[in-house]
């Protein structure tokens, strides 16, 4: 970071003088324990540099310690807004090695937990997000329709926040009775939700000037620092592996992917919405399409010994593209394993959208780019 090297700016008839500020690791706004260098003349930010590593837990060296069915449960405690959707990338990434053949029921219903897990991250963080902003209805409403995901989630593995619900092969136990009709009473009122979401906050005069212009990230930075999920897709490219790296049964579904235009605070806001329609489509096609049969390939052994070789598994988390690289050397455990998580990657770009900026702003920005400290520092 520059605070000496360069002179600060010189602001009409006044001599800004440049200084050095921590905001975090202890800030609200930093969601967990975020440090971020500040180089700022007055309320300007020159550079911010984030500081991590302070919940750092080892986790990648732990995979290689344990069974790869023990690791599963660990996959949780990554992303625990999102744990489903590590689930499910760590078993791609495992099964790739074994070369097994996934139910297509249990295809459907893996589709169904990922876009549902999709809806209730993306309803945590608009929560999260407004009230940083200073907003608290919005928070209020999206625990409102996450708690009906969370009670569709108890019902079928018994848990709340960490699943442990993918197998490979398939998942761990069948959907119970009551869970369609109960997925589809959730999403027949979900539209109006949305909408109610987009009255409180579209076009709302102070929404509009805390995040309009703000925090802008261009196409060319968004793809030069590798960032992936809404951000990338927000500064205007239309990047999905739902999509364009097809996985599971995403193909037989039709929707779109919406994307930004400038980039900044509000696009990332008003795709993560798009999206939450998005999913809401996809279930309805999951849902009246779901086959019966089997939840897992019969003769599947208890212990998974892959053979010896390397697999990297990926799925479209709504943080990003979430992956999970194997090593294998034929035995029980895995000898390597590491993490590709989105937030790490796309809080790389902070720099790059809040360089002259206020420093009331970097709350936004911060906010917009949706992070979660358990992945970030594994």
Not at 90 to 103: M, N
Not at 206 to 230: H, M, N, Q, W
């Amino acid at each position: 970071m520059n605070t000496e090297n360069s002179p600060p700016a010189n602001r009409g008839l006044l001599e800004v003088e440049r200084l050095y500020l921590n905001m975090g690791p202890q800030h609200p706004s930093t969601h967990g324990v975020l440090r971020i260098g500040l180089v700022i003349e007055g309320e300007r930010i020159v550079d911010a540099e984030p500081d991590v590593g302070y919940l750092h837990r080892s986790i990648e060296k732990i995979a290689e310690k344990r069974t790869y069915l023990q690791f599963i449960p660990l996959t949780d405690r990554l992303d625990y807004v999102a744990a489903m959707s590590n689930n499910f990338a760590y078993v791609l990434a495992v099964e790739s090695l074994l070369e097994i053949e996934v139910p297509r029921r249990a295809q459907y219903i893996r589709v169904i937990m990922a876009e549902l897990q999709r809806i209730a991250s993306h309803l945590v963080w608009m929560g999260a997000f407004t009230n940083d902003l200073g907003a608290a209805t919005p928070l209020l409403y999206g625990f409102r329709e996450r708690e009906d995901i969370l009670d569709l989630y108890e019902m079928t593995c018994g848990a709340r926040l960490t699943y442990n619900y993918y197998r490979f092969g398939g998942v761990s136990r069948d959907i119970p009775t009551g869970f369609v009709p109960g997925a589809k009473k959730f999403i027949s009122g979900f539209w109006k939700k949305v909408d109610e979401y987009e009255e409180l906050l579209t076009e709302n005069e102070i929404f509009l000037k805390r995040t309009k212009g703000v925090g802008v990230l261009s196409r060319e930075d968004a793809i030069s620092y590798a960032v992936s999920g809404p951000m990338l897709r927000a500064s205007g490219v239309k990047w999905d592996l739902r999509k364009d790296r097809p996985y599971s049964v995403y193909p037989e579904f039709a929707f779109d992917v919406p994307t930004g235009e400038t980039g900044d605070c509000w696009d990332r806001y008003k795709v993560r919405i798009e999206e939450m329609r998005q999913s809401r489509r996809i279930l309805e096609q999951a849902l009246d399409g779901i086959p019966e049969g089997e939840i897992l390939p019969p003769k599947l052994p208890r212990t998974i010994r892959p053979k010896k070789g390397e697999a990297y598994g990926s799925v479209e988390a709504p943080r990003g593209e979430l992956g999970f690289y194997v090593v294998s050397d034929g035995g029980t455990n895995p000898v390597r394993l590491k993490i590709r998580p989105p937030c790490f990657v796309n809080l790389g770009s902070l720099a790059a959208m809040v360089h002259n900026c206020l420093i009331a702003d970097l709350v936004a920005i911060l906010g917009s780019i949706d992070i979660v400290l358990g992945e970030v520092d594994r």
